[in-house]
């Protein structure tokens, strides 16, 4: 069965510091990948996702994240956060012979100080 | 329509009670899922619908919670006998279908269940 970590539960960063969450899943076949982010007061919206080709995607507002298959890893990444990027973040995969769900990982609450 | 919609946006019911939560999905979208949200906890998959079927109901908690979809379309999640371990936010996502979900899901803004 498939299953997303995400280690960190709660970032706090200042403005233009750099970001990067951490994500791990577990599963050995082919698989899609995604981040997700929740706005305070706001519903999911897909940030980024990954199913083929370059390993490196970028995402909307500076976010990109790179799949990493031998660590079994799609880490989160911004040079320089913003206070507007104060958000939960979510990891998720989708097993690629599974065209069913995508499974969620727990959530990294991301708070930036102004 | 233009966007995933659940209804109500908010519920608050006394223990024992049942509940059905709605949500229509983006038109044309095939597949309709439902996840549970609770404080502090990820998304916790409930059921799948592909058309009216429901090819993966494994994530349902109890046979307390049941799920149904009508015409391809609106989907309705019944929690019978509600229990105050139910209170979390309910939400239903849409994808074309198939391998599409290549693309991910569109979500609704959910329903928050208080079951008091």
């Known amino acids: 069965a498939q299953s997303v970590s995400q280690h960190n539960h709660h970032v706090i960063l200042s403005e233009a510091a750099s970001l990067e969450l951490g994500c791990n899943y577990s599963y050995g076949g082919t698989v899609n990948l995604f981040w997700y982010v929740q706005y305070p007061g706001q519903h999911l919206q897909l940030l980024l996702k990954?199913?083929?080709?370059?390993?490196l995607v970028k995402g909307i507002k500076g976010f990109e994240a790179e799949f990493i298959k031998s660590k079994f890893s799609f880490n989160l990444r911004k040079p320089s956060v913003q206070w507007s990027d104060t958000a939960e973040y979510f990891c998720a995969v989708n097993a690629y012979s599974s065209a069913s769900k995508i499974i969620f990982g727990s959530g990294t609450r991301l708070s930036i100080r102004p | 329509g233009a966007g995933v919609s659940q209804s109500p946006s908010n519920k608050v019911t006394e223990k024992g009670k049942d509940v059905e939560l709605r949500c229509d999905p983006i038109s044309g979208h095939t597949a309709l899922y439902w996840y549970r949200q609770s404080l502090g906890q990820g998304l916790e998959f409930l059921i799948y619908f592909q058309g009216n079927s429901a090819p993966d109901k494994s994530g349902l908690p109890s046979d307390r919670f049941s799920a149904e979809r009508t015409g391809g379309s609106v989907s309705t999640l019944t929690i019978q006998r509600t229990q105050q371990e139910d209170s979390a936010v309910y939400l239903c996502?849409?994808?074309?279908?198939?391998?599409?979900?290549?693309?991910?899901?569109?979500f609704g803004s959910g329903t928050r269940l208080t079951v008091v």
């Open positions: 990954y199913f083929s080709g370059d390993p």
């Open positions: 996502a849409s994808s074309p279908g198939g391998r599409q979900i290549n693309y991910g899901y569109t």
